[in-house]
């Protein structure tokens, strides 16, 4: 039997009156392949920020297995672009 890694239970989130989502459940376990489709403005980008730690939730938990890290990169990330990934990696800055 495959290992959970990530176990979502009723996760509620809010902006306001604006309800965008209500009592969220699922579980993600080694060997998933998943993928997040809904309609632009349904929440998507805010699941995986809450995921990553980025953004609060009303209510519910997100759980991870022991020894699990989460790296995320921005869907709009900002780059010094005169530094080389190297550089940005390392935190490198050129005077």
Do not use: W
Request: glycine share 10%; proline share 5%; hydrophobic share 35%.
């Amino acid at each position: 039997m495959p290992t959970s890694i990530l176990q979502i239970d009723s996760l509620n989130k809010s902006f306001g009156e604006r309800v965008l989502f209500r009592d969220v459940s699922f579980g993600i376990s080694e060997g998933d392949k998943i993928g997040l489709i809904a309609p632009n403005g349904a929440g998507k980008t805010t699941l995986l920020n809450i995921i990553a730690g980025i953004e609060s939730f009303d209510s519910g938990s997100v759980t991870f297995r022991n020894g699990i890290r989460v790296a995320y990169l921005d869907q709009s990330p900002s780059f010094d672009p005169q530094l080389t990934p190297h550089c940005r990696y390392y935190g490198v800055k050129y005077l």
